[in-house]
Antibody, heavy 125, light 107 residues
């Protein structure tokens, strides 16, 4: 079965760039019918979708973060990545990667499954 | 943005109780509504997709219903492993949004 695993620094300084990678195992990131997502959860709070990227590089982002977010995909490594620049303490959160399922021949995500275990990123000097 | 409002935000219930959680969308989302369960320190786990389809491996005591703007998640007989936080999610809009969560606690 497909599994996802986030990796990256757990501490980032204010104004710097948060960089995370999600490694997909048990399946190919290049398989059709999926978009590869980032979601975050502030401590003790709800879930916020950050954005997705397809294996071909098509991306879509939450407008609230769009100006600071970049995603990329590396099919040769079965990985996709997130960069969030100009971070502040408000970006401290658990960051999850998740596979978005696309059905019915549309280009829209229908649900997320599975999710990575999540990684806590703290923004602090 | 489509706002998703869950109620209640928390509830206390006993093992064996029937539990219902409500999710309301700020505009119609057809049946593009999913439910996730999250336990402390863990990632969310898909329970129900497309309003009422049970994800493989999820116990049949979980069920979902609704359409348009009003949706419910029902646990027919609460089990000890069901104490968790539940989130609804709409995928009608290209801006995907979640409800604020409902924490189910032991009475």
């Amino acid at each position: 079965q497909v599994q996802l695993q986030e990796s990256g620094p757990g501490l980032v300084k204010p104004s710097q760039t948060l960089s995370l990678t999600c490694t997909v195992s048990g399946g190919s990131i290049s398989s059709g019918g999926y978009y590869w997502n980032w979601i975050r959860q502030h401590p003790g709070k709800g879930l916020e979708w950050i954005g997705y990227i397809s294996y071909s590089g098509n991306a879509s982002y939450n407008p609230s973060l769009k100006s600071r977010v970049t995603t990329s995909v590396d099919p040769s490594k079965n990985q996709f990545s997130l960069k969030l620049n100009s971070v502040t303490a408000a970006d401290t959160a658990v960051y999850y990667c998740a596979r978005g399922i696309v059905t019915g021949g549309t280009s829209y995500i229908d649900w997320f499954d599975p999710w990575g275990q999540g990684t806590l990123v703290a923004v602090s000097s | 943005d489509i706002q998703m409002t869950q109620s209640p935000s928390s509830l206390s219930a006993s093992v064996g109780d029937r539990v219902t959680i409500t999710c309301r969308a700020s505009q119609t989302i057809s049946r593009y509504l999913n439910w996730y369960q999250q336990k402390p320190g863990k990632a969310p786990n898909l329970l129900i997709y497309a309003t009422s389809s049970l994800q493989s491996g999820v116990p049949s005591r979980f069920s979902g219903s609704g359409s348009g703007t009003d949706f419910t998640l029902t646990i027919s007989s609460l089990q000890p492993e069901d104490f968790a936080t539940y989130y609804c999610q709409q995928t009608y809009s290209t801006l995907l949004t979640f409800g604020g969560g409902t924490k189910v606690e032991i009475k």
